[in-house]
């Protein structure tokens, strides 16, 4: 396990616990990661689902859990192609509910599990990016308005790409909305890490996200044809293809290549004022370790890097009674940014 230099603003370096990788192998992690068995919701912490809209007639799902006691917020965003539901997501959710945080599992927009009550209401337009970082923006301000309690954002794979874009769009004013930001197995370079993810030894992931992204224009198509034409999909064999015939036209960027070097959040990453933890693994088979070699890693004193050299992608899997690694570092993190204070009683 490898530190970067601690953030100074609480006066005092994190130390995470160490880890003890059940596999040392990083395609194997990344998939027993995302089919180990998870917990379910833990009846006393009831999960509400809620829709809040992010502009006329678009709203996202949230999947929100809350102690009797509360020391903060935090908002959870998943990765390509997850929801709420992703394992990752209900894993934390359950470890930070206990540890008395409000947990919010934001679904990005037309994401969500099909078996809520409620679901994201959507329009022509309702489609994510990596870089969207505005639905966000919009909730964790209305958090902040109603609650007044610290907001915290972690997000996972691509939600790490948002959370981090979003903290660094901030800037100095970051500190009067965020309390923190964590990124996991982020691709904070878009590009490097969508032709990692298209290398040959990659074909089972690149297959499994194509399908699924091949899946959701079918399923648009009848609303929206002229955003979501099916003439294009023959020719879509990677993300890249995927992001250069829709992403980029539906969103405005042109091109895949512009829209990879618009919305990675390498470039926002100096203007982070607020703590912000990076974590990943440097044998992830879809984040290529070295894009963590940025320069604000060693010029900006509010990030921290946390690398593993066996976790794979949102893998982290160990040794030992605790199974969810990460689940534990993401407890002890965010109570070392909060303190030891009070608690304040749950607000709605």
């Known amino acids: 396990m490898h530190l970067g230099p601690a ?28 089919f180990w068995p998870r917990p379910q919701p833990d009846p006393e912490y009831p999960t509400e689902d809620a829709l809040f809209s992010v502009e006329s007639g678009v709203s996202v799902l949230l999947q929100t859990q809350r102690p009797a ?4 917020e935090v908002i959870m965003a998943h990765g390509l192609e997850g929801s709420s539901e992703s394992g990752y997501m209900r894993s934390m959710a359950d470890t930070l509910v206990q540890a008395g945080f409000v947990v919010h599992r934001y679904n990005m927009r037309g994401c969500g599990p099909e078996t809520s009550a409620l679901k994201p209401v959507w329009h022509r337009l309702s489609n994510y990016h990596s870089g969207q970082t505005g639905d966000l923006r919009l909730f964790a301000e209305q958090r902040k308005r109603t609650s007044g309690l610290p907001v915290f954002l972690i997000g996972f794979s691509l939600g790490g790409n948002v959370v981090l874009k979003l903290a660094g769009e901030q800037g100095q004013q970051g500190g009067e909305l965020l309390a923190g930001v964590c990124s996991v197995c982020a691709p904070i370079d878009l590009a490097a890490s969508v032709r990692k993810t298209a290398e040959p030894q990659n074909v089972l992931y690149q297959n499994r996200f194509v399908s699924r992204l091949k899946a959701r224009v079918r399923l648009r198509h009848p609303v929206a044809p002229d955003l979501f034409p099916l ?41 982070i004022r607020v703590p912000a933890l990076t974590i990943y ?25 946390l690398k593993v050299d066996h976790g794979g992608h949102l893998g982290f899997l160990a040794r030992g009674p605790r199974r969810f690694w990460l689940d534990q570092v993401l407890e002890d993190w965010l109570g070392h940014i909060c303190g030891n204070g009070s608690s304040a009683p749950s607000v709605s």
């Open 7 to 34: 953030c100074p603003l609480t006066g005092m370096p994190f130390q995470p616990p160490p880890f003890h990788p059940l596999f040392h192998s990083g395609h194997l992690a990344t998939v027993m990661g995302n």
């Open 281 to 305: 693994a440097q044998d992830d088979p879809m984040i290529p370790a070295t894009i963590y070699d940025h320069s604000a890693f060693q010029s900006n004193p509010h990030l921290q890097r």
């Open 231 to 271: 003439e294009h999909l023959p020719h879509v064999h990677s993300i890249w293809d995927f992001d250069d015939y829709y992403t980029a036209r539906i969103f405005g960027f042109g091109t895949a290549a512009n829209y990879y070097q618009t919305q990675s959040s390498n470039q926002f990453l100096q203007a």
């Open 69 to 72: 006691q509360v020391k903060a």
